[in-house]
Each structure stands twice: as structure tokens, then as C-alpha cells.
């Protein structure tokens, strides 16, 4: 950690003013861009605030005059997503049950994965890791029809694993780099003494290797987790009434092509779409840095 | 028996995984390549009729608008999501003391949905609701922000959001990195009267070189993934100004019925991904045999 | 002998299964808000009272695109819905990749032929036999005008295109934006097709847009067609790209603008802010004879079980009957699809509609929307959208223009 | 007794590249064997392969009479001792110690008392419940050592064990490690580059280079009698000088020639008739030239040298000067009145020189 400040002093009272002016300008600089961030949320929130009349008449970026929280009741269990007016909460279950096991199994995976191309290289590991790597870019459109016709073979079209099984395929390339990534920086020399231990393949993993791994644990859960949770292409795809996460209730508030927009509840609807997501970002946001800065993005 | 085992364990413990990604990842693109050759309309066909699908898709205008976008779009996004990603990173290490705040602020972009933010978007960059709007109202009247309705600019406001979206996350991956040098380089060179911004563009940033790649990475796939974004603010518009591949492909394939065609456009993207993709790896992978 | 006897009796209790299986329907569809939701609420409503079980399977966005998506991805899997939302062209498409179910039976018994106007009931065919049922029509070349405001500059409803433009001067001149407009595709492309319609007449918009005649692609009128576009383009503000058509039909309310060119949903809109037709708006086809139709309706897909089929029938059944069509329509601001329907609880846009859709489909000038999926195949439709959002954004020529139109048709098979 | 270790036509190839080629190692129980050679020489290697955590290519490896080749190294009673320690991160020390008894399924009672024992023998007592990031690089070093000891294996293996050490601490380590080796009286394999630590550490040492042994022997036939240039210049520190020289034998012996910068060759007459080639290099220890008289030397042979460089070393002084074209360097008392730029006279110890064919590099006498 270096400071701006640390400069060797040839005056010592202008440095101390030039120091001042200096963390000014550095808090100036760090509050635009915050407004720059902030600048849609703002919008979000303060229109999901306002009556649908005075979205109409007023100006859309302004405070809302009277503050109601009608739209945020509506989103949650009035808005219509088809002939149910529900709102997005019978969609949230589903999510939840889409993206928990989803990422957990991707993780896991990614974890397995990166220890064996990290750790227990054999021929041709490099080639299946940048293989893997690859499949990284494939777009999403690309694979949606064959999927499909694969999912209906295996029988699980429609249903809540077959989204799992889609989320985690296509999970694995990411999981499994952010994971090799970190291993690599775990010296070779620890598994070979672990080894000599009598500790086998799996063991090594349990004991030595998993408990190393909190910080890039918590970077790929926050990285899947917000990857599966907005997802939307897979989302309406792959799933059937009774199965639709939440994007697609939201997109069904949000993108009704021929009816009467309702803007403050589309609002409120897509910040409650949000929320777990932020949350995982604002509580994990700490190890986020702390998993990052371990090891993860180093080559 | 059990030797067998414990040799192959690794193996058999990546194999559900690899033989997964040969099959929905590289059996998917020799689906995609041969229905690339027929004239696959609203379902997949697979009667191979020649490169027609190639011909029509090099002869169409869209097509040629939504590369140049990708081009032109992919290196502005990346570049400047590094750039001040970095810019932010640096600025966020001096020991600020609502880092955690700001560092939330500047992160919490990657965890929403564009379908939301592009709407929120579509408002801010609206001349007649959002900035330019609200300037004027504050008494310049000769204030113009009308990127988004003009057709040469529209692809500036895709990225000037996909940036909101993304350099967030690039402040995170560069930030870790600061804090992972060695800081008895950096005193080190502040004993030696070596001025700030040397010791960061000397020492600092280039041991960065591993942290440039994986943000490089992360971009590249956003960029070429990028369709949330532009059908929430643009929609692909105004006219088809901001198309991109992927936007193109999904038309093709899903609105238009045209599936022969969006499988070609989606061959050249994988072209394009594998050229920029393969050097990456190719630097990984050599890195490691060291 | 006693083997034949058995599997007579087995069979007899399928057929007995089948008349007692209760109705059930997976609907996918994209009406998700608002008055779209309750109107589709009604066919549930009256499925169920028939003892059927609906399954929805809404999925919005893009007018259907998001879940055309959906659909692909269905039927791929085979798992197709039992009903989908289809509509024009792709109903015969779909049918050909052979997945239709064929609803003939229904529509026999039920005498569809007798109610529907010929050329709507052509769309429900395949190959001779039913294969959709229609649930309202929509007119899109409908012109809405804010009444006060025309009132206050002394403007008629124009007839014609010069009375249009006329008029739009007169506006422009006083400081009001003359047209309403969203820039995105399908609204640029439905403002062209009501232009076409008036300029090169119900022959010329067959021929251009139904047969896709190279002559008349290419012909001087499609020029002036272009020609038009390049004015309408002018009495637009320059905010319109991206904006949503309903925020185009808010400016037409508040008196910011003074006309917009939309299909009659836009009526929904000005009916929910509280306005009148006649009294706070007004409604009219645009200049030139003709209507364009929209005809929303669902196909059947080849489904497995006794269940799923009869809710087929039932579904069929009851989506053209009288009583829905009535309901669903007064909530969808369309009009009913089958001809005897009383109108007397309709507003008078509807009733003008009506009208006009008897007379045109008389006079042989009931056109389907190449705007909305009506006309031609998706790729066709396509890309003669292309060619007209790009000229209506930039500077293109209208003789350059016509080159691309005729271009893009060749490229597109 | 069978050999504790015994390695027979050992290769080991990565794809096609001959990392170890046909390696022959035996050692005795107690033996101290000392694998040296410069970095990617295959030594670490040979080592993993002893170890079994890298599969041989071709040959066979005993350990304690028994067949080793395939087996898997938790199987080959070992026990090995890293270069970075490699001590698990997230255990305390006495788990890192236990952790190979927990796993063989050792009961607590057996963990506990040898750990207690391990760690008196190593004074680590006070360290077992901190993490391996709380230790010192020394502190470090003790427990990897403790969980290598605990385990009382066959065969112990050290990986260049103390080369993360500084200098004042890998001497003390280097004692103990002796220390430790005589009184458990074990065998051990030990890697280094280090040609002080083979030849204070080692009962045998195997010097390699580029996958080949070049000598197998104790330290000072190593020393002494270098099978090769390569040894001869790898072993020993200055290292060995190597001056190229005409040979000359006849009845009476055998004269070497060696070229000077700016007078006559030395001549440097051998008594024994070893029936050289006429081009030799002659491999002569720096303190086998000497002050005329100041070592015994069975046969001496002085000349004057032009001195160029002077080093004082503290107990010795080294004087460098140029013979036969190279810096020869020999090793004289501290008190020398050696300076530069003059002549001094050495005397050449001939009976310990080694001779070495220029071309093929082996050794001729």
C-alpha cells in the first residue's frame, strides 16, 4: 500500500497543503465516479417511489414528490406475469432453487477440477484445461437448440434440474480457471510431502487443499451466483410454467409489448430481482478483495 | 486394483467434466458448423446445401455493421474498463477511509441484470428525460447529450454502460493486485527518491502482467457475450446502428426464423473469439511448462 | 377370439378415457400486462368453468420473440406446450416442420368457415385442414390524434397524404411535433406499412409485400413510398429513438404531439389514462383505402395424452366462441375475429373497425401487416425492416433504398 | 545384507526427452548418500523417483529388498524432507507432525507419545500449536525435519533441505542433520548443489549432470580422484585448476609442459611413466600448489610464476596467476609475501594431479 502523500518533504507547510488539496482532489475524483455508479440505481429507486401518474407527467430523473410504496407491494405479489398476479415471489423460490444447488455443484466441481489440472498433471492436462477454457466464450445463443434436444433426451427438459445441469455445464469453464489459478500458486512441494504421507487423491484435497480455499471459494460463488441468478436466455428456455426463475417474471413486468407500462413497478420489481445478488456482493464484498488478492489473479 | 484407482483418480475426476464440455461445448459447435452449411430455417435441418448461408451473410449490411461494432465496441469497452479500473484501483488504495463503501458502490453494477439497468439507462441518456434534460433545466440551453438517438454515437452509450456495468469488477481484480506487491519494492523505491507515479508505471503495473490477462479475459467474454445490454437500451438501434454478433445471431435465429443464417454468424464469432482467446491460452499454457 | 374381445374392450375403455380426460392446457403466450393479462384471464376463466386445468406459460418481450425462443427450445426438447400464441405465416411454418396438431373436428362442428372473413380464416389453415384458432383482429394502420390539439391549429383528420403533410407543416410551424414516434424497428416498419398501403394501394401492397414482386419493389411509387418516410421522418422529434410506443401515445395525450401512427392497442392506452374517443382523441385508418390486419391466435402442438388433447379441443372451442371473443376483445381494445359478433358494448374506433374490416374484406382489400408477422416469413419481413429502420436513421436516398429493399428480398431466400 | 537401496538401469523420460538415463545406485543401511550436480542435472528428480512421486520410465528400484518400481510412495516407507519445507498451512505444527500417522490410522495414544518424542529431539516443544506462517525460516525447517522423523521410515530423502536457509543457519543445520544422522544411525538420500554440503554430509556421493551419473564414490574419492573434468571442476571450492599441457613420457618419466604468458613453458617432470597423449589437461588442486616446503608432498616440482591477483581469504591467501592460457589459482599460508605483478615460486604437488583426456574429458592416470 503505497500514498500519494509520500513524497519526500522539501517544504514541510507545502507539503502539508499540497497533502490536503491532494486527498481533496482524490475524494472528488472517487465521489464522481460513485455518482457515475450510482447514477441508475438512483433512478431505479426513486422511480419505484413515485405514483405511476407522476412517472407520466413528471420528470423521470427527478425525487419523487410523494413517496409511496405501492409498486414495491405490487412487484412483490400483484404484478401480473401472465393471468397470475402474483408478482415476482412464487418466481423467487424457483431462482433459489436454481442457483444454490447450481452453484454449489459448479464450485465443487471448479474446485475438483483445478486441483487435478493444477496438481495432478498428466499428459494432455493442458490441453483439456484449454479446452475447457475455451468453452468459456461459446455464446449462449449458440448452444440453446441443441441443448434443448439433448435436454428432452435425458428426460429433463422443463424441470428445475435440467436448468441446474445447463447452469453448472456451462459454469465450468469459469469455476475451473479461477480455481487452477489459485492452486498454481499452492507450491507443488505441499502435495508430494502430503503424498509421502500416505495421503491419497482425495484426502490431500479434503484436508490440505479445501481449507486453503475459503477466499477463492467466496470469488467463485460471488462470480456464478451472479451469472445464474440474472440469467435469463437459459431461464426461459429451459424451463416450463411452475419451473421460471425470476428473470422471466421480470421480464414478463417489465417487457409486456402491448400493454400499459407500468415503470414504478417494473422498478421496484427488478431491485427486488436484485437483491439477493447485492447482498451477496455487499456481505462477501470484503472476501471478495481478500480472494481475489490471494491468489486468484495471478496467472 | 486399488492402484489403478489411485492412479487414475485425477482423471476419472475430471473426465464427467471434460467429456461435458466436449459435448455441450465442441459437440454444440459441430452442430452449429454443419447447420451452418444447410438452409435451416425455423428448425434445424440437415441436409447440407453448400456455403449459401456464408454468402448471404457477407452480403448483408447488418452483418458488416454489427462487426465493426463488436471491433469498435470490444476494444473501447475493454480498454477503457482497464484503464480505469486501474485508475480507481490506484485511487482506492491510499488508504481511504470509506473504502468499503466506495469499493461496494463501484462493484454493485456486476450484480444487476441489464434487463433492468437498460431501462435505466435508456432514461439517463434520453435527451428529453435524462442529462441533457436536466442540464437545460438548469439554464444551458445550448447543452447537447443526444448520443443515444444519433445513430453514429448510439454505440458510444453501449459502451459508455457496459462499462458501468464491468469496470467495477476490473477495480476489484486490479485492487487485489496491488495489495498482493511486494510493498519492500515500493519502499524501497520511495527510499531511493523515486517519484510516486514512477514507482507505480515502473514497478508496480508491469508486475501486474498476470492481472491484466484474467481482466482481459473477463472483458473479452462480456464483450462478446454482450445482448442484455443493447437490446435493453438500443434494442439495436437507431436503425440497426448498434447491432453486434450476438444480437444479430439471436435475430436470425429466434425472431426470424433464420436459423441457417444465425448458425454462420455464430462460426465467424467463434472465429473471431478463437483468434483472440488462443494467444491467451497459448501464453497460460506456456507459462506453466516452465 | 378371446384376445380380440380383450383388446376391443381395452380399447373401448380408452376411448371412454379419452371422453372423461379431463381437459388440461399448457398456454404459452406473451400477454403479461395489464389489460392483455385479463384479457387472456377471461380464457382461462372459461376453461376452467368447462372443467379444464390451465397451466400458463407466459413469456413476454420483444413481441414475442423471447418466447418464440422459448418455443423452439420446447419443441426441440419435446416438450412442446399444448397451446402457443402464433400468429401469420409462422403457423404454416411450424406446421411444415410437422409438430401442428389438426383442429379440423373443432372447427367443422363449430363452423368456423361460416364466421370468420376469408382471408383471417386462410391464416388458420394448413393445407386445407385447421390448425389455429383466431382470437381477435387488429388493425394497424390506424391514425391517433390528440382532439383539442387539432381543434386548436384548425386541422381536420387528413384523407390524404398531402393533407398529412400539410397539416404536419402547420403543426411544426406552431411548435408542436407533428408525429409521435418510438424509433425501434417494428414501429418504424408499421409507420412504412400504412404509408405503403396508402401509396401504393391494397393491389400494390399485395404485390410488394404478400408476393414480393420484384416490380414493384423496385417500382418509381415504392419510391415515393420512401419518399414519404423521408418527410414523416421530419415531423418527428429527435428523441424518438428507442422510446416505447406507449411513451409516443403519452405525447399524443399531453398534447406534446399531435398524431401517431400504431395499431389499436394504442387505444388501451388513451382508454386507461381516462381519455374518450371522439371527445379527447381521435381515431382514423390512414389515408388510403385498405386495412391491415394483426391476428393474434394460438396453434395447437402435437401433444401426447388424452388430457392435453381434449384441453386442445376445449381450448379451440371456446377461443372462437362468441363469448370470449366479445370479452377478450373489449379488454384488448381489438376487434373480434368471427364476423357476428354484437358490438353494441364497443367504443366507435372498434365499431369503425369493424366496419371497415366488412367493407375491405369485401372489396378485397383486407391486407395482412408485413409489420406484424402477417405477411411474409420472418427472414423476408426481416429484412425489409432492415432496409426501412436504416433509411428512416440515416440519410439514405430513397432510390438507394429501394436498390437495398429489392437486395435484401433476393438475400433473404 | 541386501543394499537399503538399490537402484538398477533406472531411466526416466518425459515424452521424448531422456530426463535420467540408465541410473545405478546402491547404498547400505546408514549410508548418507548425497546426490550433487548443477540445477536440472536430474538429481531432484531422481530423488521424486525414489520417492515414487514420479513413475520411472524403464529399470527397477528396491528399497529395503523389496521391489519398489511401481509401488505408491505412501507404500515405500519413506519419509522426505522439502526444499519449502511444505508444510501444510492451515494445520498447528503437531498436526503437520501427525497428520501421515492420522492418516495410516495410528491411534492417538502412539500420535501423541512419538510427537512428544519428535519434538524434544528437535526442541520444538513450545512451537506445536502455531500455524507454519507464525514460524521462522529455522523454525520452519525443525518441523518439516519432525515430521519426517516421526514417521522412522526406511529411508529418509532430503530435498536440497536447507538451501532457503541463510548461511550462518544452514551450517548449524548441516551439523544437526549430520548429528542427527549418526546417532539414528539411518539411511538417507540427500539432494543438493551444494559441494560443501555433499562433501561434509555425505558417506557416498553421486555427481550427475544432464541425467548421467559421473561418479559414484565416497568424498574423497570424489575428491581426490575425479572421474572427469566435470567432477573435477563441479567438486570443491576454489574449484580444481584445469591447465592445458603437452606430455612428454619417456623411460624416465613423464614431463608436462605447461605454456606461460611471457617466458619458457614450465617443465614439471613426473616420475612415473602414465603414458599420456601428447595433449592433456592437468587438473591441479589449489593447495597442491604451494610455497616450496610448506606441505608434504610426495612429489614436488617448483617453479616461478608471474603473479597477477592476490586474494587474502583470512586463513589462507590466494594467488592467481595465468598458466597454460587460464587463471590458476593456488592456495598459500595468509602470511604469504605473494604480490602482484612479481614472480613467486610454487611448488606442484605431482602426486596428486589428475590428468584428463581434452577431448573426451575423462581421466587418464
Known amino acids: 500500500m503505497t500514498d500519494f502523500s509520500m513524497t519526500p518533504a522539501h517544504s514541510r507547510q507545502q507539503t502539508r497543503w499540497g497533502k490536503i488539496a491532494l486527498r481533496w482532489l482524490l475524494y472528488l475524483i472517487l465521489g464522481v465516479f460513485a455518482v457515475y455508479y450510482l447514477m441508475p440505481l438512483f433512478v431505479m429507486v426513486t422511480t419505484s417511489l413515485k405514483s405511476l401518474e407522476e412517472i407520466r407527467t413528471g420528470n423521470l430523473v427527478a425525487l419523487p414528490r410523494d413517496v409511496t410504496l405501492d409498486a414495491w407491494k405490487t412487484a412483490w405479489s400483484g404484478a401480473c406475469t401472465g393471468i397470475q398476479c402474483d408478482g415476482v415471489r412464487p418466481y423467487f423460490w424457483n431462482s433459489v432453487l436454481i442457483a444454490v444447488p447450481a452453484v454449489a455443484i459448479s464450485t465443487l466441481l471448479g474446485a475438483l477440477n483445478g486441483y487435478v489440472v493444477a496438481h495432478w498433471r498428466f499428459r494432455g492436462a493442458n490441453v483439456i484445461f484449454a479446452l475447457m477454457l475455451f468453452g468459456c466464450f461459446i455464446p449462449f445463443q449458440v448452444v440453446l437448440l441443441p441443448m434443448a434436444r439433448l435436454l428432452g433426451l435425458m428426460g429433463i427438459a422443463g424441470t428445475i434440474p435440467g436448468l441446474i445441469f445447463v447452469h453448472v455445464i456451462y459454469g465450468l469453464g469459469f469455476t475451473t480457471l479461477f480455481f487452477r489459478n489459485y492452486y498454481v500458486t499452492i507450491p507443488a512441494e505441499l502435495t508430494k510431502a502430503a503424498k509421502v504421507d500416505g495421503a491419497g487423491f482425495l484426502r490431500i484435497f479434503w484436508s490440505i487443499f479445501l481449507p486453503l480455499s475459503l477466499p477463492i471459494i467466496v470469488v467463485t460463488v460471488i462470480w456464478q451466483f451472479t451469472q445464474i441468478w440474472n440469467d435469463f436466455l437459459f431461464g426461459v428456455s429451459f424451463s416450463q410454467a411452475g419451473t421460471q426463475p425470476i428473470t422471466v417474471a421480470l421480464n414478463n413486468i417489465v417487457n409486456s409489448t402491448t400493454g400499459v407500462k407500468e415503470y414504478n413497478v417494473d422498478m421496484a420489481a427488478a431491485i427486488i430481482a436484485a437483491l439477493p445478488t447485492l447482498l451477496v456482493y455487499v456481505v462477501a464484498g470484503k472476501y471478495f478483495i481478500r480472494g481475489l488478492t490471494a491468489g486468484s489473479v495471478k496467472g | ?290 | 377370439m378371446k384376445r380380440l374381445a380383450l383388446s376391443v374392450s381395452a380399447a373401448a375403455l380408452v376411448v371412454a378415457n379419452a371422453a372423461y380426460a379431463e381437459p388440461k392446457a399448457e398456454v404459452l403466450h406473451w400477454w403479461t400486462s395489464g389489460g392483455e393479462a385479463k384479457s387472456v384471464a377471461v380464457l382461462q376463466k372459461e376453461f376452467a368453468d368447462n372443467g379444464g386445468t390451465w397451466t400458463d406459460m407466459p413469456v413476454a418481450g420483444g413481441g414475442g420473440d423471447a418466447a418464440m425462443t422459448a418455443l423452439r427450445a420446447r419443441v426441440l426438447s419435446g416438450n412442446a406446450p399444448t397451446a402457443v400464441q402464433l400468429k401469420g405465416p409462422a403457423i404454416q411454418e411450424w406446421y411444415e416442420e410437422g409438430v401442428l396438431a389438426d383442429i379440423s373436428s373443432v372447427a367443422e362442428a363449430e363452423g368456423w368457415a361460416d364466421v370468420l372473413p376469408a382471408s383471417i380464416a386462410a391464416h388458420m389453415k394448413c393445407e386445407g385442414s385447421w390448425c389455429a384458432a383466431p382470437v381477435n383482429v387488429h388493425r394497424v394502420d390506424w391514425i391517433w390524434a390528440n382532439a383539442d390539439v387539432l381543434e386548436a391549429n384548425g386541422i381536420e383528420m387528413p384523407t390524404t397524404w398531402e393533407d398529412f403533410n400539410a397539416a404536419a407543416d402547420k403543426l411544426q410551424a406552431a411548435g408542436i411535433i407533428p408525429l409521435a414516434h418510438g424509433g425501434q424497428a417494428w414501429q418504424d416498419a408499421t409507420v412504412f406499412e400504412a404509408v405503403a398501403l396508402g401509396i401504393l394501394g391494397p393491389d400494390g401492397f399485395r404485390k410488394a409485400f404478400v408476393d414480393l414482386d420484384e416490380a414493384t419493389l423496385t417500382s418509381p411509387e415504392m419510391v415515393a413510398v420512401f419518399d414519404q418516410m423521408r418527410k414523416m421522418r421530419g415531423y418527428v422529434d429527435p428523441n424518438f429513438p428507442g422510446r416505447d410506443w406507449n411513451l409516443a401515445t403519452a405525447m399524443v395525450m399531453n398534447g406534446e404531439a399531435a398524431f401517431q401512427i400504431m395499431g389499436d392497442w394504442a387505444k388501451g392506452e388513451f382508454l386507461a389514462a381516462g381519455k374518450a374517443p371522439g371527445e379527447d382523441f381521435l381515431c382514423a385508418s390512414v389515408p388510403g383505402e385498405g386495412f391491415l390486419y394483426n391476428v393474434d391466435s394460438f396453434a395447437m402442438f402435437d401433444v401426447d395424452g388424452d388430457d392435453n388433447k381434449a384441453g386442445q379441443e376445449l381450448l379451440a372451442k371456446l377461443i372462437v366462441g362468441p363469448s370470449f371473443q366479445k370479452v377478450f376483445n373489449l379488454n384488448k381494445g381489438s376487434i373480434p375475429a368471427r364476423t357476428d359478433v354484437a358490438l353494441d358494448e364497443f367504443d366507435s374506433c372498434a365499431e369503425l373497425s369493424a366496419a371497415d374490416m366488412q367493407a375491405s374484406s369485401d372489396g378485397g382489400s383486407l391486407l395482412p401487416s408485413y409489420a406484424h408477422g402477417m405477411a411474409l416469413r420472418g427472414a423476408q419481413s426481416g429484412a425489409i425492416t432492415d432496409v426501412v429502420t436504416q433509411h428512416f436513421n440515416s440519410d439514405m436516398s430513397s432510390e438507394e433504398a429501394v436498390k437495398q429493399l429489392a437486395a435484401a428480398v433476393a438475400n433473404s431466400l | 545384507m541386501a543394499p537399503i537401496l538399490d537402484i538398477k538401469n533406472l531411466t526416466k523420460n518425459y515424452g521424448s526427452v531422456e530426463i535420467l538415463k540408465d541410473i545405478n545406485v546402491a547404498i547400505d543401511q546408514g549410508d548418507f548418500l548425497v546426490l550433487v550436480g548443477p540445477s536440472g542435472c536430474g538429481k531432484s528428480t531422481l530423488l521424486n523417483c525414489i520417492a515414487g512421486l514420479e513413475p520411472i520410465s524403464g529399470g527397477s528400484l528396491h528399497i529395503g529388498g523389496q521391489d519398489m518400481t511401481d509401488v505408491s510412495p505412501k507404500d515405500r516407507d519413506i519419509a522426505m524432507v522439502f526444499q519449502s519445507y511444505a508444510l501444510y498451512p492451515t494445520m498447528s505444527v503437531a498436526k503437520n507432525i501427525t497428520f501421515g500417522m492420522k492418516v495410516r490410522g495410528v491411534d492417538a495414544a502412539t500420535q501423541a507419545s512419538k510427537l512428544a518424542t519428535v519434538a524434544k529431539q528437535l526442541q520444538i516443544e513450545k512451537l506445536l500449536d502455531r500455524r507454519p506462517g507464525q514460524l521462522s525460516g529455522g523454525q520452519r525447517q525443525r518441523v518439516a525435519m519432525g515430521r519426517a522423523l516421526v514417521r522412522d521410515p526406511k529411508l529418509f530423502l532430503f530435498d536440497e533441505p536447507l538451501s532457503n536457509l541463510d548461511a550462518k543457519l544452514r551450517v548449524e543445520m548441516r551439523t544437526e542433520i549430520k548429528e542427527l544422522h549418526q546417532r539414528l544411525g539411518a539411511s538417507m538420500v540427500y539432494v543438493t548443489h551444494d559441494q560443501i554440503e555433499a562433501m561434509t554430509l555425505a558417506t557416498k556421493i553421486v555427481v550427475m549432470k544432464g541425467g548421467v551419473i559421473q561418479q559414484v564414490g565416497t568424498p574423497s574419492e570424489i575428491y581426490n580422484r575425479p572421474a572427469n573434468l566435470f567432477v573435477a571442476d563441479f567438486m570443491g571450492n576454489p574449484a580444481m585448476n584445469l591447465i592445458p599441457a603437452k606430455a612428454r613420457s619417456d623411460a624416465a618419466g613423464t614431463r608436462i609442459e605447461i605454456a606461460r604468458r611471457d617466458s619458457a613453458p614450465i617443465v614439471l617432470t613426473d616420475s612415473q611413466n602414465r603414458n599420456l597423449p601428447e595433449d592433456v589437461v592437468l587438473g591441479v588442486r589449489p593447495e597442491d600448489i604451494a610455497e616450496p616446503g610448506a606441505r608434504a608432498a610426495a612429489n614436488a616440482q617448483e617453479a616461478d610464476c608471474l603473479v597477477d591477483i592476490v586474494e587474502p581469504a583470512g586463513a589462507d591467501t590466494y594467488v592467481v596467476m595465468q598458466l597454460g592460457g587460464k587463471h590458476v589459482t593456488a592456495r598459500l599460508h595468509a602470511e604469504t609475501d605473494a604480490t602482484p605483478g612479481k614472480a613467486q615460486r610454487l611448488a606442484f604437488d605431482l602426486g596428486k594431479v589428475s590428468y584428463f583426456a581434452p577431448d573426451t574429458g575423462q581421466r587418464l592416470n
Open chain 2, 1 to 290: 486394483m486399488s492402484k489403478w484407482i489411485e492412479d487414475h483418480l485425477p482423471k476419472v475426476v475430471l473426465a464427467p467434466s471434460f467429456i461435458a464440455v466436449l459435448v455441450f461445448v465442441y459437440g454444440f459447435l459441430i452442430w452449429t458448423a454443419w447447420v451452418s452449411l444447410t438452409r435451416s430455417r425455423l428448425l434445424p435441418k440437415y441436409d447440407i446445401e453448400g456455403v449459401i448461408q456464408y454468402k448471404r451473410l457477407f452480403a448483408a449490411p447488418r452483418w458488416d455493421v454489427a462487426m465493426n461494432n463488436l471491433f469498435l465496441f470490444g476494444a473501447l469497452f475493454i480498454v477503457i474498463s482497464m484503464v480505469l479500473g486501474l485508475l480507481l484501483a490506484i485511487l482506492l488504495d491510499q488508504n481511504i477511509r470509506t473504502e468499503g463503501a466506495i469499493r461496494t458502490i463501484y462493484l454493485y453494477p456486476m450484480a444487476l441484470s441489464m434487463i433492468v439497468t437498460g431501462t435505466a439507462w435508456k432514461w439517463i441518456l434520453n435527451p428529453g428525460l435524462g442529462i441533457e434534460a436536466m442540464v437545460r433545466s438548469w439554464g444551458f440551453e445550448n447543452f447537447r447529450f443526444d448520443w443515444l438517438v444519433n445513430p453514429d454515437m448510439a454505440i458510444y452509450t453501449i459502451v459508455l454502460a457496459a462499462i458501468w456495468q464491468s469496470s467495477g469488477f476490473v477495480m476489484a481484480l486490479f485492487l487485489a493486485g496491488l495489495r498482493s506487491v511486494d510493498t519492500e519494492i515500493i519502499r524501497a523505491a520511495q527510499v531511493d527518491g523515486i517519484p510516486t507515479w514512477r514507482v507505480y508505471s515502473a514497478i508496480i503495473i508491469p508486475s501486474m502482467a498476470p492481472i491484466f490477462l484474467s481482466a482481459f479475459i473477463v472483458l473479452a467474454h462480456l464483450a462478446i457475450k454482450s445482448f442484455d445490454l443493447v437490446i435493453a437500451l438500443t434494442g439495436g438501434g437507431p436503425g440497426f446502428a448498434t447491432d453486434l454478433p450476438a444480437t444479430y445471431m439471436y435475430a436470425m435465429a429466434f425472431s426470424r426464423g433464420d436459423i441457417g443464417q444465425a448458425a454462420s454468424s455464430a462460426m465467424i464469432m467463434m472465429g473471431v473469439v478463437f483468434t483472440i482467446v488462443v494467444p491467451y491460452l497459448y501464453s497460460e499454457l506456456r507459462a506453466k511448462n516452465d
